[in-house]
Every structure is written in C-alpha cells, then in structure tokens.
C-alpha cells in the first residue's frame, strides 16, 4: 500500500521560482496511516501529527529526477547533513509542466502519491452556483461570543467561503466547554478567539481572521469601532448587558445583526435579526414573543454578571446551571448561518436568493422539545389541524418597532 503527500500549491510554486535548488522543510506525519502534510513555510495554524525532516529538491534533467535516489545519496556523502531528511520530494520542469515524485530515504520499497492543496481560486468550486463565492470571500463578519454558538457559526460560514472575519471573546476554553464546542481537550486553556481563528484557517486557509481577546464591555471604543467597519455583525454573547450594547451599535451605524441564542436547557431557542428600518433587540425584549428566561451554561460567569444573584447557595446555583446537548444548539446555530448568508449574499445573482421570500421575517422560534415554555406546543407527528406550533419546527413572527423602544425609536 502507497503513501499520500500534500503539499501547499503556493509554496511549490514560490520554491520553483526562487533561485534555490534545495530547501529544508517539515513534513507531519499520521502515524499508522502513512500520510503526510509537508511544508515550507510554517503553517498559519498548528499542524497535525508527528513531524519528521523534509527536503525539497529541484533538479533540471531527467536522468537526476528519475535517480533522485541516487542523487541525494551522494549529496548525503559531501554534507551529512542530508541525513536527517526523511522524506524527499523531487521537482523538475519539462516543456511547461512541473513534475514531481516523492519518496522515503529509510523505505524506499513504498509508492507515494502526491496531492496539492489547492489556491484560493479553486477551494469552494462545488460552491459556485448556488452562492456567490466570490462574494462571499470579499464580505466581513464580526462575531462576538464564540461558545457553542459563535464557535460553530464561525466555522460554517468559513465552510461557504466568507473571507473576512473579527472575532471577539476574552474567554478561554474551560473543561465544562468541551460537551458542546468545537474544540477538544488539546485546547484547554486557549483563548477561544484563537481556537476559532485555528478552525477557520482549517477551513479557508486564505481567510482573513483578526482576534479580539477583550470584554466588550469594558472596551466599548473598540467594539464600536468593528460594528463600525463590518458588513454582519452575529451577536452570539450570553448576557443582556453585551446585547444591549451590540444592539445599539448595530442601530447607530445602520448594520444587519443577528441575535442567537438557547433558552434553558437549550429546550428552544430563537434567532433574531435586526435590519436598518426595522425593529430591534430592545423592541423585542418587551415584546409577547419573547421567553426571557436564559440558558445558564457557566457558573462562574453567571455569578459575575449577576444572573445568578451573589446570595444564592452554592448547591442551589449549581443546579441552576443546566445545557442542553451540542445537537439541540446546532437548529439556532444553522439559521444564524442560513440568514448571515442570505444578507452577505444580497446584490448578487446565486440561488440561496430565493430564500429571501421564506426568510423574510424578523424573529424566529424553535422548540426542541416540548417542556417548559414549550409544554403547549404541539408534537412533531401529531398536530391536527395545525393549531398549535410543533416541536422541531421553524415558526417565524414580524413585530413592529416599538414606540418605546429607547435604541431605535430616533432612527
């Protein structure tokens, strides 16, 4: 059984045309599936698996390439040096056409196939058609909040090729995080800005990602000045006070928002956008639509931002604290991504435009399951005459702005 090597396109082409015949580089290896990732340049993000030592080596005739072998043997006698490389692969220019072939000092009986990891240009070509990839790589999005909400709506939206993005969250991974983020316990302890950032460049590695590790709340200069900038603003924070603030830049600088968020237990949850003109945040706190009791998903958090006042017994705060599955938050997390896509992709001509006469609503609902404030709801299979909303279904709901509304009522 052969091997498998990738390579960066870019990098090959930048050694091909520097003046270089050889370059030390790094391969990373998964052990017991005889593949490698090999690079020249350090990766933007961590790379994965073991690494062992790389050469590349440009040669010009044919005799040298199809005897690299032999070659680096000999290169090995006038500079020990060439004896750490583990892997070798091999370039030659004929009429036009790069060739190349790789393979390893210590094994040389194993076949290896070389792959590219292809340029910017052709990394969402399955996309094209029904959105606007290129679009899409040119728009911004600023996300702040990145637990089991932004964190995912992050990586989607790098998935459908958005190009741009700012991230914002003073928070690191914590152990209680893993159920429901993306990220695992290799990553505990990291500034979760950065866990994203990683995620995205997995996804894109040609995107754009500047990381914010603040409290908004405390550096209200510079989150207004990214609402400021962005084309989408995701809201993706657990508590009122950075809402509020986020809604009342949103208004001030004429943005789109999106509001997502889980109810307790992630029993339900809803989605909220806010547009120039029409209604906010604030008009729907006061609004019948509303559920206003919040999932509680970190202790120390909720008793900072008083949501579980300071007098409350330990063992009653504790119980307090209860989430939802990671799969009851993925139905909010992907209609944040379907209406942040649908906005990016406004002016252009793409099929996921013709959602624009489905998603054209203000807010939305969702019920997981039916307890709580969902106990009336009706189930998924069993809901005759559509009386009643069901569980595990989209309801959307148009509400005008209020004329008490504190934030958007002067604009």
């Known amino acids: 059984m052969g091997s498998l090597l990738y390579l960066h396109q870019y990098q090959i082409q930048n050694f091909i045309n520097a003046p270089e015949q050889f370059k030390p580089g790094v391969a990373y290896e998964w052990k017991g599936e005889d593949v490698y990732h090999a690079y020249l340049e350090y990766p933007r993000i961590a790379p994965s698996g073991y690494a062992v030592a790389c050469l590349f080596l440009k040669v010009q005739n044919k005799t040298d390439f199809d005897n690299a072998e032999t070659l680096v043997e000999e290169m090995k006698k006038s500079n020990s040096e060439f004896d750490r490389f583990n892997v070798i692969i091999v370039f030659r220019l004929e009429n036009g056409q790069l060739l190349k072939r790789a393979f390893l000092p210590n094994k040389p009986d194993i076949q290896i196939r070389i792959e590219y990891i292809p340029d910017k240009s052709n990394l969402y070509t399955r996309s094209k058609g029904l959105i606007e990839v290129g679009a899409l ?9 990145l637990g089991s909400g932004g964190a995912s709506i992050a990586v989607e939206l ?17 152990l209680h995080n893993i159920s429901r983020h993306i990220a695992g316990v290799n990553e505990l302890g990291r500034l979760k800005t950065n866990i994203v950032r990683d995620a995205i460049l997995g996804k894109n590695p040609y995107a754009n990602v500047n990381t914010y590790p603040i409290d908004i709340m405390e550096d209200t200069t510079t989150i207004e000045g990214l609402v400021s900038e962005t084309d989408l603003v995701v809201a993706a924070t657990d508590s009122l006070p950075s809402r509020y603030l986020l809604n009342a830049l949103i208004i ?16 339900g949850g809803d989605v909220l956008r806010v547009r120039p003109g029409g209604p906010c945040y604030a008009c729907l706190k006061g609004s019948q639509w509303y559920t206003h009791e919040e999932e509680i998903t970190d202790l120390r958090r909720a008793r900072e931002t ?8 330990e063992d009653d705060a504790n119980a ?16 944040v991504v379907k209406l942040a896509i649908q906005e990016l992709s406004k002016g252009t001509d793409c ?8 998603l054209n609503y203000d807010f939305y609902m969702w019920a997981n399951r039916r307890e709580l404030h969902f106990a009336n709801w009706a189930p998924f299979n069993n809901n005759p005459g559509r009386k009643k909303p069901t569980i595990l279904q989209w ?17």
């Open 137 to 145: 790589e040119k728009r911004n999005v600023l996300i702040v909040g």
């Open 351 to 358: 099929l996921i435009t013709t959602l624009d006469q489905e």
């Open 320 to 335: 307090m604290v209860q989430v939802g599955l990671s799969t009851d938050i993925a139905p909010i997390n992907t209609m």
């Open 306 to 313: 008083g949501v579980i006042p300071a007098y409350t017994s």
């Open 252 to 267: 001030k600088y004429n943005k789109v928002g999106l509001f997502g968020r889980a109810v307790t237990r992630a029993e």
């Open 158 to 174: 790098a998935k459908a090729g958005v190009g741009n993005f700012v991230l914002v969250d003073f928070d690191r991974l914590e």
């Open 395 to 411: 309801y959307g709901v148009k509400f005008p702005k209020s004329c008490d509304c504190n934030e958007c009522k002067h604009y």
